[in-house]
């Protein structure tokens, strides 16, 4: 990001520079190197926040970044301004609940929708959203339709979560 390197490590996330000047003597002026690729200081970012296991849950477009930390049960945005907990708009309890449930988080970008798609693989199949259904016109049977998978989308445009979707992706 912005031609530095981004570290996402289990427990932290942090920026090194790359390219740069950045090695100095004790007067202050550069040192040359013999090779024109130079990794700087690695800084961390504010916040006790990391990948987990889960790097599938990365996605990225412009200047931010997309990421889940299943240990602290939080979905995240990395941008400009930091390290930004987005399952707390709302959403913090879901999360808490469904990543005991789940064995992936698979994240991607939706370029036409711009949403962070997020689609959590569950361990077994659950009701999905807590609906049932009536599988003809008289409603004397009930239906509850079951799922091993739950997707929903972050919209950066409402700054919450905005859709849970009926699909599982197998790319994005």
């Known amino acids: 990001m912005d031609n530095n390197l981004t570290i996402f490590q289990e427990n932290k ?33 504010v916040g006790d926040y990391g990948i987990s296991r ?7 477009f412009g200047f931010r970044r997309y990421f889940v930390d299943r240990d602290r049960n939080a979905v995240l945005r990395l941008s400009r301004d930091g390290i930004t907990e987005i399952s707390s708009y709302g959403m913090r309890s879901f999360f808490r609940d469904e990543f005991k449930k789940a064995n992936k988080a698979y994240g991607m970008f939706d370029i036409h929708s711009k949403s962070y798609i997020l689609s959590l693989s569950l361990d077994k199949d659950y009701d999905y959203n807590n609906q049932t259904y009536s599988n003809d ?36």
Do not use: H, R
Not at 20 to 42: C, F, H, R
Not at 54 to 60: M, Q, R, T, V
């Open 13 to 45: 996330v942090s920026q090194a520079l790359i390219d740069k000047d950045a090695i100095y003597s004790a007067e202050g002026t550069p040192l040359s190197t013999a090779s024109n690729v130079v990794i700087g200081q690695v800084s961390p970012y």
């Open 54 to 60: 889960n790097p599938e849950s990365f996605a990225s």
């Open 137 to 172: 016109s008289f409603g004397n049977s009930i239906v509850v339709p079951q799922t091993n998978y739950k997707t929903l989308s972050f919209d950066d445009k409402v700054n919450g979560w905005s859709s849970f979707y009926t699909f599982d992706p197998t790319f994005g």
